[in-house]
């Protein structure tokens, strides 16, 4: 029997053009820039594609990890880009998320963030998703915010990002 996924998704709306924000997103491998989340991120190719990993170190530990290794599905800029963590995170066996846009009126960009985890087995999925889920919910809220501000703020036009820390 194939085990199930579990996920979420969350859209929000970002306050600039699909180009200023793929600027930022689009690039692979520097979200240390930008989010508290990750305390830095290097990727294993010059330039991003599918195949493209990223390793990036946590400032905490998050489901039992200090470090995450993930590598580029997806990869269309300006419409969407999804990875896959490699090994398992805490009691789920697979993690991938994906990240969207898509215009929205007047400058208006639509991001989205769909997260899907495979349970280790039915423990987790009945028990641990549904206290993981809000969890991670908010967490991508705030990395949306912060990726929402540092692009807003005009930071993607090569102006210094402030030190999160």
Known sequence: ??????GFEVTCAVAAPVGALWEVLGDFGTEHRWTRTLKHCERDTAAVAVGT???????????????????LTEF?????????????AGPFATASSRWSTREGPSGITLLTV???????????R??????????IRRLTRGVMREL??????GRAKGLPAPNPR
């Open 1 to 6: 029997m194939a085990q199930q996924t579990v």
């Open 53 to 71: 990993s990223r390793i990036c170190a946590l400032p905490r530990p998050l489901m039992g990890r200090m470090n995450v290794r993930e590598r």
């Open 76 to 88: 269309e800029p300006g419409i969407a880009l999804a990875y896959e963590l490699e090994g398992a």
């Open 114 to 124: 769909e997260g899907h985890f495979t349970p280790r087995g039915w423990l987790a």
């Open 126 to 135: 009945l028990v641990m998703w549904p206290l993981a889920r809000p969890m």
């Open 148 to 153: 929402a501000d540092f692009v807003t703020a």
